[in-house]
């Protein structure tokens, strides 16, 4: 072995422990609801709207099941830090011990579906605005109108990114806890 082993949990205090577990849990399962939500919406929407055509239909659809499955992966991963936290027994007594390992790769996922999704929903906005042309002179136009359907279609892809990168900004703090962060938790 090269170098001093990594530390495999950290002690840190009561307050925090009940954090990372109250807030990892609710954002996680908010996130596994949008999830469901982008993931089965974005697809029985899509067809529908005045807009579809077959090829953007196509593209919409597959970017909107991926981003239901970013969603998913970062809700997951939100939810099961609750179980990176657990009571731990040390000289001094007993104190909740955190697992370091899981929660690294947790911030790694993390990062990785925020990116994913910003790129997913990029895809999106491109393949989907790419369909509509607009005046040009005396040429006829293929506008459409904007109806309350092609709003909420278009809220679902910035509704994955935001929950993506709230469980990032959210989660990094949490899974990589610093020694003030700790101190300040412990008073």
Not at 14 to 31: F, M
Request: proline share 9%; hydrophobic share 55%; glycine share 10%.
């Amino acid at each position: 072995m090269i170098g001093p082993a990594a530390a495999a949990g950290i002690w840190i205090p009561p307050k925090l422990a009940h954090r990372i577990r109250r807030v990892c849990t609710t954002l996680g399962a908010a996130t596994l609801a949008a999830a469901l939500l982008v993931g089965v919406g974005m697809p029985v929407i899509g067809p529908a709207l005045p807009t579809a055509t077959s090829p953007v239909t196509m593209l919409t659809t597959s970017a909107g099941i991926f981003l239901g499955l970013f969603l998913a992966v970062s809700g997951v991963t939100m939810t099961m830090a609750r179980g990176w936290v657990s009571l731990g027994r040390h000289p001094g007594g007993t104190d909740f011990l955190f697992d370091a390992r899981p929660a690294a790769t947790g911030t790694v996922v993390l990062f990785t579906a925020a990116a994913a999704s910003m790129l997913s929903a990029l895809f999106f906005f491109v393949s989907y605005t790419a369909n509509i042309t607009w005046s040009n002179g005396p040429h006829p136009v293929n506008v459409h109108p904007v109806t309350p359907s092609i709003v909420l279609f278009l809220l679902l892809p910035v509704l994955a990114v935001g929950l993506t990168l709230v469980n990032l900004l959210v989660g990094w703090p949490l899974f990589r806890p610093s020694q003030r962060s700790i101190q300040r938790y412990a008073r």
